[in-house]
């Protein structure tokens, strides 16, 4: 898949990155800030509180002022923020009668959010309330209890959505001076995609940010340390299943072993029905509707997962068939058969993740904030058909080790305490 991606330095330091298409007359724009929960500190639920607030006004307008703005030239405007990154999105109709005052208001709103008390209050109460859902959901306290045991220390063990104490004690000022020191422009990242040329393109990055801060790009992350011995974590949850979640740190965005992971976790179980986990978990043994597993990468290490929800009776057993298949791929590498049906499908369905405007820009984004080649979208599907047995499984064995895994079991205590 090609993407013909132009890369430049605004006046204020930022990084745009763009890609000409004409198919539609829009144009997508994202600006990633390195402003995810990793950058938290002691705050937990920070980062996501500014990134919540950011539309809801300035000290001109208020956040029903500047949503009618935008609704006026039929652009849409959204913020999102994770672990790594802060993100602020935008699509818009490319005529320059309807661009521009989108991109305007826009530039206002970043630069000049306000951060009021009322709204504050609000984005407060509706994340108090999701973190009182999340303690009623196993899933969740899985996911959380996981990712706090493969972290350990690291500023990735942070949860983005914060803790009740943490997110009830921010205030005004912490939110403040969150937004002055990491919404800069040394700090942000540009993608745009769409129907302009490149001296148009310059120009919008330039007047959206022009009201930004120059800033200092910060620190880079620590690293992630890995465990020395398996672990097991217990969590008592009134359930009748019992969620597992088994796994460890895997690797950084851009490693190259990243894509014979990648493989190897489709066979195992990123292929939904036709993985070795579906297969061995549903169809086999009927054991679990849903199993499944994942690797995910970050500015530092991302995340290799394998999950499943079964009945409390059936754990052990549950238990077993996770970790032998990943031993079997790991140890006795993919079968034939399996790894190029894995690699077709792969291949085959790579195109259609690039499809639309939009898909196309989460991709340019991530190449610019991770400092990815401009080839990596082309190159892709060619690294994969590269790919061998023997090279899914040296990635195995040099990045997932059983005996460093973290086993995370929610559920019932009475069959939680009953496993190894």
Do not use: C
Not at 8 to 18: A, I, M, P, R
Not at 68 to 94: H, K, P
Not at 323 to 328: D, I
Not at 342 to 348: A, D, F, P, Q, V
């Amino acid at each position: 898949m090609e993407a013909d991606i132009t890369q430049w330095t605004t006046e204020q330091g930022s990084e745009v990155l763009f890609v000409e298409r004409h198919e539609l007359p829009i144009v997508d724009i994202r600006i990633a800030f390195d402003a995810g929960s990793a950058r938290d500190d002691d705050h937990p639920g920070l980062a996501r509180m500014v990134s919540n607030l950011l539309l809801e006004g300035t000290a001109e307008r208020d956040a029903g002022r500047i949503a009618r703005q935008f609704e006026r030239y039929g652009a849409r405007v959204s913020t999102n923020s994770g672990r790594d990154t802060a993100e602020v999105s935008l699509r818009a109709l490319s005529e320059p009668a309807r661009l521009d005052p989108v991109v305007e208001n826009l530039a206002r709103v970043l630069a000049g959010a306000a951060f009021p008390d009322d709204a504050i209050e609000r984005v407060r109460q509706q994340m108090l309330l999701g973190l009182q859902q999340a303690e009623a959901s196993a899933s969740q306290q899985a996911e959380k209890a996981f990712t706090r045991a493969i972290y350990g220390d690291h500023p990735y063990a942070t949860p983005p959505s914060g803790t009740i104490d943490s997110v009830d004690s921010i205030s005004q000022q912490m939110i403040q001076d969150f937004h002055r020191r990491h919404y800069t422009a040394a700090n942000a990242t540009v993608a745009i995609v769409g129907d302009l040329d490149r001296d148009r393109a310059e120009a919008i990055a330039g007047s959206m940010l022009a009201g930004l801060p120059a800033g200092e790009v910060l620190e880079p992350l620590p690293a992630v340390d890995l465990s020395d011995a398996p672990t097991t974590v217990r969590v008592p949850f009134e359930a009748e299943q019992t969620h597992v979640v088994i796994g460890q740190p895997s690797v950084r965005r851009g490693h190259e072993d990243y894509y014979a992971l990648y493989l190897g976790n489709h066979m195992l179980g990123g292929g939904g029905l036709t993985s070795m986990l579906a297969e061995r978990m549903r169809e086999e043994r009927g054991l679990s509707y849903s199993s499944g597993s994942r690797v995910t990468t970050g500015a530092r290490r991302g995340r290799f997962q394998m999950s499943t929800q079964v009945r409390s009776d059936a754990l052990q057993e549950a238990l077993s068939v996770l970790r032998g298949s990943l031993t079997e791929l790991r140890d006795e590498g993919p079968a034939a058969e399996r790894l190029d049906a894995s690699r077709r499908n792969i291949t085959g369905s790579f195109p259609l993740q690039l499809d639309s405007n939009r898909d196309l820009l989460g991709y340019v984004s991530s190449i610019g904030f991770h400092d990815l080649p401009h080839d990596y979208l082309s190159r892709f599907v060619e690294r994969i058909e590269q790919l061998d047995g023997a090279a899914v499984q040296s990635a195995l064995r040099e990045h997932i080790d059983p005996q460093r895994m973290v086993t995370v079991l929610v559920g019932p205590e009475a069959a939680i305490n009953a496993v190894e």
